[in-house]
């Protein structure tokens, strides 16, 4: 059975002593440093892990009007997995030292694309360490095969006309921190506030005080609680530039409430056009 929401240190180790060891890919990142994930990846990372940035490699063409981190097209990001190696038929687990915010990322790209097998170290590379794992310099490079065929998405989106249309009628979660969500500050985007009608979940109240994800009849009783008895069509997530929103579709999945779309735009391409309505306050 392959791995497809998280995964946790010891099953890791299991399962890279195995005849299909996983591919690793660390997605280490800093917003305020770019440079400084990659760089950490140099400094010790898992044994065997890649490294995918996430301007260059899980993020396409910036236009100052679709956010922050737009998504990259489907053809450009089946030829990054192509170049790492990954077929539609290798286990992916990704891992970052950031409490999965980045992970999710490429763990919700892989989805969109197709591709089942994707997994989250729990923990990162902080939880890898205190099970006894090594750490490594060493840089692998990858097997590189024809980009990742076309494939039916597992996860889906939904884009800003379609959510200004929607409003009301569908329940949006916002991963932000309070205080950008409430527009108390914005540092990184146009404007503060939120999409009229978001609720607030910031993606850090996913994890345990070890920064591993709550159990996943917590995170179940979280979301219910937040959201009623979410459906698919009815849930979209969002964050300030589509990053950090995966992280609560991927606690979601892991809690047994798939489905739920994204707004990979989210706060950064919303605010970047005035007039899209806004909301602040709580």
């Not at 729990?122 to 590189?144: E, R, V």
Request: charged share 20%; hydrophobic share 45%.
């Amino acid at each position: 059975m392959p791995f497809t929401t998280l995964i946790c240190a010891d099953e890791l180790r299991a399962a890279l002593g195995g005849a299909n060891a996983p591919l690793l890919v660390d997605t280490s990142f800093d917003l305020a440093d770019v440079d400084a994930g990659e760089s950490s990846w140099r400094a010790g990372h898992l044994p065997g892990a890649i490294y995918l940035h996430l301007d260059r490699d899980l993020c396409g063409a910036k236009t100052g009007r679709n956010g922050r981190h737009p998504l990259p097209t489907r053809a450009a990001f089946a030829a990054t997995l192509g170049r790492c190696g990954i077929a539609p038929t290798t286990q992916v687990v990704a891992f970052d030292r950031q409490g999965g915010m980045y992970a999710a990322r490429l763990w919700w790209m892989l989805r969109w694309i197709g591709h089942g097998a994707a997994a989250v170290l729990d923990g990162g590379l902080n939880a890898w360490t205190a099970a006894g794992g090594a750490l490594t310099t060493d840089a692998p490079a990858p097997a590189a095969a024809a980009p990742y065929p076309e494939r039916a998405p597992l996860a889906g989106t939904m884009d800003a006309d379609m959510l200004l249309a929607a409003l009301g009628r569908v329940r949006l979660l916002d991963a932000r921190a309070g205080e950008r969500f409430r527009g108390e500050v914005e540092p990184l985007d146009a404007s503060a506030g939120h999409i009229p009608g978001a609720l607030n979940r910031f993606f850090k109240d996913n994890l345990a005080a070890d920064g591993r994800f709550k159990p996943a009849s917590q995170l179940r009783a979280d979301f219910t609680g937040l959201l009623g008895t979410p459906t698919a069509a009815e849930t979209v997530h969002q964050c300030g530039s589509g990053v950090t929103a995966c992280h609560n579709l991927l606690a979601m999945e892991h809690a047994g409430l798939p489905g739920a779309l994204l707004y990979p735009g989210s706060w950064s391409e919303w605010a970047s056009d005035p007039a899209r309505p806004v909301a602040r306050g709580g």
